[in-house]
């Protein structure tokens, strides 16, 4: 079997690491990807090989719209002679298209129900997998059939983490790293995301604040992001601007605090106290974690709030009700895939 992985963004390398070496021990496996990001490092990081097909357009709606067909075409001569029998990806609005142009199955997952590209992906693809918090009819209002649409349990995270959680079990567990000051790592705001309407760089103060009190490690999303944590105000600050393994993070992590949305999420399922400043609406699956208690959500956070927090709250295990889902899901995922 031939099966096509399209990783458009940071997050879906992870997402599918384990199940890519799982499946490529019988299958053989294709691998498209665009520059995006710390998706092409992530990649490079795993010792995947992988095609670079076409651009990210940005953050401008008029420019992803025109480069849309642009990259659908591309992906569609990329794969046109590879002759592949599925198609499986995690917000790649592009796949399901280029799957219909070749006429093959994919399956579409999303957990993200604000984004506008979700509409032309729920049209094509042939199966739409989203976690159970989100909503039947949030989907069906960007167009998606009930009759394509599958609800694995748990979150996005847990179908990776737990993986990651049982090989670590085994080597001896989730070893704190021993340091002189606690360590606070911050990834900002998603600059170039459609459905992003909030502020830019309204972390800058709140950074400056913490340097005097913690070490501070901050996670840029791509160059752009990267130059501007280079000025000179921020050389206390350490900027990591390739890519980090979730492994590498989480044991250093004493407080994380995220803009955006999937780190936020690994981290609290792994049981790093964790604050969310995301800016906009909150997904389905957030409100969940909030519900349960998994991390805070402090648009307005302040410098003090920040080192309260990381004062009183302490790191947990991870979230083995998240984790025993996240491999149900797992296996859910894969099965479709095989059978499809």
Not at 201 to 225: I, T
Request: glycine share 6%; net charge positive.
């Amino acid at each position: 079997m031939r099966i096509w992985f399209e990783l458009t963004n940071s997050p879906h390398v992870n997402m599918f690491a384990a199940m890519i070496r799982d499946l490529e021990q019988d299958h053989e496996i294709i691998i498209t990807s665009r520059p995006l990001a710390n998706t092409i490092d992530l990649l490079d990081l795993h010792g995947f090989k992988h095609e670079v097909v076409g651009l990210h357009y940005g953050g401008r709606l008029t420019a992803k719209l025109l480069g849309f067909p642009v990259r659908v075409m591309q992906l569609r001569q990329f794969l046109a002679k590879r002759q592949i029998d599925v198609a499986i990806s995690q917000s790649s609005f592009h796949s399901p298209g280029v799957s219909r142009l070749l006429g093959v199955p994919s399956i579409y997952m999303n957990d993200n129900e604000h984004a506008l590209g979700n509409i032309p992906a729920f049209i094509c693809a042939s199966k739409i997998m989203v976690p159970e918090f989100l909503s039947l009819g949030k989907l069906k209002k960007q167009g998606a059939n009930p009759r394509k649409v599958i609800h694995y349990p748990g979150v996005k995270e847990g179908i990776y983490l737990w993986e990651l959680d049982a090989r670590l079990s085994k080597e001896g567990g989730w070893q704190r790293k021993a340091k002189s000051r606690k360590v606070v790592y911050v990834r900002p705001e998603p600059w170039t995301a459609q459905y992003y309407k909030g502020k830019r760089n309204f972390l800058d103060d709140l950074l400056l604040g913490m340097q005097d009190h913690v070490d501070v490690v901050l996670l840029p999303r791509g160059k752009e992001q990267s130059i501007h944590y280079q000025k000179p105000q921020f050389s206390r600050i350490r900027v990591v601007a390739t890519a980090l393994d979730i492994a590498d993070i989480a044991p250093d992590c004493d407080l994380f605090i995220g803009a955006g949305g999937t780190m936020t999420r690994e981290m609290a399922v792994l049981g790093i106290p964790t604050i969310s400043v995301y800016q906009d609406e909150l997904l389905d699956v957030d409100r969940y974690l909030l519900k349960v208690g998994a991390f805070a959500h402090k648009p307005e956070l302040m410098v003090e709030d920040a080192l309260r927090y990381l004062e009183l709250t302490e790191s947990r295990p991870p979230n083995r009700e998240l984790l025993e889902k996240g491999k149900t899901a797992y296996d859910m995922i894969k099965n479709e895939v095989l059978n499809s």
